[in-house]
Nanobody
Framework: QVQLVESGGGLVQAGGSLRLSCAAS????????MGWFRQAPEKEREFVAA????????AYATSVKERFTISRDNAKNTVYLQMNSLKPEDTAVYYC??????????????????WGQGTQVTVSS
């Protein structure tokens, strides 16, 4: 069982930046693929970014590539999402998730095993 706790959300003006953090429990965290997903009101939860267990591979949704950066610090059991040049359409609840399978990065939400409670990101015009 893995517990994930997100933090760092808030209200920011368009063009601003935020850094989300996700702290994870569990001794095997370093072997998990970690992902970020988001869900806007009345929309489905969508993939944002993911990072492999070694940190050497990443994947991004086309809507956030070149603006967002995912990273991890296995010594701290923490994954980050640096969000720059934020747009109003980035407004959503952001969730971190963990895939324990040790397979290559996947982007389908149904393949992730553990989820955090979410943190709200609101970008004003």
């Amino acid at each position: 069982q893995v517990q994930l706790v997100e933090s760092g959300g808030g209200l920011v003006q368009a063009g601003g930046s935020l850094r989300l953090s996700c702290a994870a429990s569990g001794r095997t965290f370093s072997y998990y693929t970690m992902g970020w997903f988001r869900q806007a009101p009345e929309k489905e939860r969508e993939f944002v970014a993911a990072i492999g267990w070694s940190g050497g591979s990443t994947a991004y949704a086309t809507s956030v590539k070149e603006r967002f950066t995912i990273s991890r610090d296995n010594a701290k059991n923490t994954v980050y999402l640096q969000m720059n040049s934020l747009k109003p359409e980035d407004t959503a609840v952001y969730y971190c998730a963990a895939d324990r399978s040790r397979r290559p990065i996947v982007t389908m939400r149904g393949l992730y095993d553990y989820w955090g409670q979410g943190t709200q990101v609101t970008v004003s015009s």
